[in-house]
C-alpha cells in the first residue's frame, strides 16, 4: 500500500529533481555546512521533571522535544545521532538519550532518519519501555525492531494513555527509510491533551487542514517546523518556509508558538540562523505579542502559564 496527501499535487520528489536541484542551486553541500553563528545552547537542570503538576516542553533539539504534561513524560520524533549519513550535527542535543528523564510515552510522526533514530530508540526503550505511537504501516516495521509496545494512528484516531490521550493529525509530507519504501507508512502530527493542549506538527508542508485541526483542538501551544525549505521549487509542498509557519500559526489559534525543525542540522539551501530571524521580522510585521513567540534554545524550556 501507498500512502498519500491530502493534495495530490503534494508528490514526493524524484533522484532527477534531486539533481536539478544541486545543479541550479550552485551551492555543493560542502559549502551548505558553513554555519556562521553558534545556535543557542542552555544546560538542561534534571530537576525540573520532578514537578508532577507543572506543564512544560524541553527542546532537545531539531525536531525532538521532551513534554512534561501532567507527571507524563512524552519524547516526540527522537533523534540524537551526530550523523545522518554525511549531514553531521552541528549543536549536540540538550540531554543524550541516557541522561532524559524516565520516557512514559514516544510519538514518532513518520520514519525519515532525522525523525526516527533507531539506535537512541532502543536505548530509551530499553529502559523504559514506554508505549510507542507512530502513524498507520510503520507499526509492523517498528514492533520487529525494538521490545516496546507499538500502536499505530491513522489520522484524527485518538488514543487514551493516562494522564494524556494523543491523536494523530493529517500532514503533509511522504515517508522513507530506504530506497524500496517511498510512502509505505503514512506520516501525521500529534495533538496530546492532558490539563494543557499541545499540538505536535512532525514534518509539514503547508495546508489547509491547519483550520480544521484548530477547530477541533483548543492549542495552548502549536510546535511547528521552520527550516528546510530552500529551495521553494524542491521543498515547497513538503517542508514550511517561516512566514507558512506563522500563518499556520494563526490558523491552529494557538496561543504560543514554539518553533522546531532548525538549528541542528543543515538538511537545505538556507543559511542555518535565517529561518529565526525571517520568523522575527514576520511576527513582527503581523504585530502579533512578542511573548506568543517562545523561540528556544537548545536545552530550552517553555513553561506552560
Given amino acids: 500500500m501507498r500512502y498519500r496527501n491530502l493534495d495530490p499535487s503534494a508528490q514526493t520528489k524524484g533522484f532527477a529533481d534531486v539533481l536539478r536541484w544541486m545543479i541550479r542551486s550552485g551551492r555543493p553541500v560542502e559549502r551548505w555546512a558553513r554555519w556562521r553563528d553558534p545556535v543557542p545552547r542552555e ?3 534534571v530537576r525540573i521533571f520532578e514537578n508532577s503538576k507543572e506543564c512544560f516542553v524541553l527542546w532537545i533539539g531539531h525536531s525532538t522535544f521532551v513534554l512534561h504534561l501532567d507527571g507524563c513524560n512524552v519524547l516526540c520524533d527522537p533523534v540524537f545521532s551526530p550523523r545522518l549519513g554525511p549531514i553531521r550535527r552541528y549543536v549536540p542535543p540538550a540531554l543524550a538519550p541516557e541522561e532524559l528523564p524516565s520516557i512514559h510515552l514516544i510519538c514518532i510522526s513518520h520514519n525519515h532518519y532525522d525523525h526516527l533514530d533507531l539506535p ?3 536505548k530509551i526503550v530499553r529502559r523504559d519501555r514506554p508505549l510507542v505511537v ?6 509492523k516495521w517498528l514492533a520487529k525492531r525494538i521490545d516496546s509496545p507499538v500502536e499505530e494512528l491513522s489520522w484524527w484516531k485518538t488514543l487514551p494513555f493516562s494522564p494524556v490521550t494523543v491523536t494523530a493529525v493529517p500532514a503533509q509530507h511522504w515517508s522513507k527509510r530506504t530506497p524500496w519504501d517511498t510512502n509505505r507508512s503514512h506520516w501525521c502530527g ?4 492532558a490539563s494543557r493542549r499541545l499540538y505536535f506538527a512532525g514534518d509539514t508542508g503547508y495546508h489547509p487542514v491547519f483550520r480544521e485541526i484548530g477547530e477541533r483542538f483548543s492549542l495552548d501551544a502549536a510546535l511547528l517546523p521552520i527550516g528546510a525549505y530552500a529551495p521553494r521549487w524542491f521543498m515547497r509542498m513538503q517542508h514550511m518556509d517561516p512566514e507558512e509557519a506563522g500563518q499556520a500559526f494563526l490558523d491552529l489559534k494557538a496561543r504560543f508558538f514554539v518553533p522546531m525543525h532548525w538549528g541542528t542540522y543543515q538538511l537545505s539551501a538556507e543559511d542555518v540562523l535565517e529561518p529565526p530571524q525571517r520568523l522575527r521580522e514576520w511576527w513582527r510585521k503581523t504585530g502579533l505579542p512578542e511573548d506568543r513567540l517562545r523561540l528556544l534554545a537548545v536545552g530550552g524550556v517553555f513553561r506552560l502559564p
Fill in 43 to 45: 544546560e538542561v537542570d
Fill in 120 to 122: 537512541a530508540l532502543r
Fill in 134 to 139: 507512530v502513524p498507520e504501516g510503520l507499526g
Fill in 190 to 193: 500529534f495533538v496530546i491533551s
